[in-house]
Each structure stands twice: as structure tokens, then as C-alpha cells.
């Protein structure tokens, strides 16, 4: 598969603004779908104020994305977020939150734009967590949705292999954000993953050379 059009989920996030600017410098095309507003220089498409989590809402960002852009050759779930707390001491609520988050967000999103990839393939890329192979302290929510996404991730690859779909998952530690570093000052940020660094993990994984690929979840951890 040659560069063509990708959907990115969460583009209006730090990881998400990075991946889009690392797929357009590779040549893709990009649709951005974010619950905030993309800013619509920094796509081909933005579709702003989609609520991830409802099916019909991402029905909708479907029916967009094939009028504008005539179809998908790949998409980038990236959409999610991340709460620490303790089983004993936090919520049930939170781990309802993170997996509607985390797992349906990327469920929905694929669902609805599968069928503009069927036709000539494509490759799916979600992002996990590091985490999610072994959870510590406070990260039990957190690592349970993300587990849920490399499990979607596995399933989707063995249903979608003879489709000629691709589905692949990046699971990286700690990146290096606005937030993270605000919430961890002391921490020795040369060590953590970039968000332009992962970006370029996810266009590979797009791209032509990472053909015999499908149902890995791939560790980008640094130096973790």
C-alpha cells in the first residue's frame, strides 16, 4: 500500500497533531477525527465535535470521509486517555471511563470506517500501552483498557487477514507531552518516546514495508 488516505482519531491531541504532521510530510492524506476542534491547517479534513463513543456520530464522520475523500486506505486509532488510581481507593466509574476511552473509541471508529477500507485493503494501527502487559500500582484501569485494545487488535488482524486489512498495535511507555511532563517535573524526559518518534513508528507501519505485518503489538518504549 502506497501512501494514500488515513483517518487519525484523536488529531487534535499532542500525539495525535504529531502523527498527522509525520503522515502528511510521508505523503498521506488525513482526515482528523477529535471530539475537540482539528484545526483544518493541519489536515486534509477535519472533522471536529465527533464524539468517538457514539455509533452514530462516527456514522456520520464515515459518510464525510468517503464523500470528500472517496474512501480509506488506513487508519490511526489514536483517541484514548490515561487516569492513575488504586483499586481501593478509586472508582468504578474510572474503569467504565477508560475503557469507553480506550476500547470503544477504537471499536466504533473501526466499525464505521472498515467498510471504506474493505475494497482495496489497508492497515489499521491502534495505540496500546506498554502497560498493558504488566500493570503497577494505580495503572489497573488503565492497563485493563489497554489490554482491551491489544486483544481488538489480535482479533481484528485474524478476521481481517484475508481482506488484505492489515492491524497492528504500537505500545509505547511514557511519551513525551505537555501533560507528562507537568505531571512528572522531576523525570528525565531524554528517556521517554516523542510524539514525532512514534508518529514515524505508525507510517511505517502504514507503509509498503511493513506488508508481512499484521497482529504484532510493537513495544516503542525509549529508554523506559
Not at 487519525?8 to 497533531?17: K, Y
Not at 481481517?160 to 511532563?181: F, Q
Not at 517535573?185 to 512514534?198: F, G, I, K, T, Y
Not at 508481512?212 to 513495544?219: E, F, N, W, Y
Amino acid at each position: 500500500m502506497m501512501a494514500g488516505v488515513v483517518a487519525v482519531t484523536g488529531a487534535a491531541g499532542a500525539l495525535g497533531r504529531a502523527a498527522v504532521q509525520v503522515l502528511r510530510a510521508a505523503g498521506w492524506t488525513v482526515a482528523g477525527i477529535d471530539l475537540g476542534d482539528v484545526p483544518a491547517d493541519n489536515v486534509d479534513l477535519a472533522l471536529g465535535g465527533i464524539d468517538l463513543s457514539d455509533e452514530q456520530a462516527m456514522a456520520g464522520a464515515a459518510e464525510k470521509i468517503g464523500e470528500a475523500l472517496g474512501g480509506l486506505d488506513a487508519l490511526v486509532n489514536i483517541a484514548g486517555g490515561f487516569s492513575w488510581e488504586t483499586v481501593e481507593d478509586g472508582s468504578v466509574a474510572t474503569w467504565d471511563r477508560l475503557y469507553g476511552m480506550n476500547v470503544r473509541t477504537a471499536l466504533i471508529a473501526t466499525r464505521a470506517l472498515l467498510p471504506l477500507l474493505r475494497d482495496g485493503g489497508g492497515a489499521i494501527v491502534n495505540i496500546g500501552a506498554a502497560a498493558s502487559a504488566k500493570a503497577a500500582a494505580g495503572m489497573g484501569a488503565y492497563a485493563a483498557s489497554k489490554a482491551g485494545v491489544a486483544r481488538l487488535t489480535e482479533a481484528l488482524a485474524e478476521e481481517l487477514k484475508d481482506a488484505g486489512v492489515r492491524v497492528n498495535a504500537v505500545l509505547p511507555s511514557i511519551i513525551d507531552t505537555p501533560a507528562n511532563r507537568a505531571d512528572m517535573p522531576d523525570a528525565d524526559v531524554s528517556r521517554w518516546v516523542s510524539p514525532e518518534a512514534l508518529g514515524g513508528v505508525i507510517a511505517f507501519l502504514l507503509s509498503p514495508a511493513a506488508a508481512p505485518i499484521t497482529g504484532a503489538l510493537i513495544p516503542v518504549t525509549g529508554r523506559v
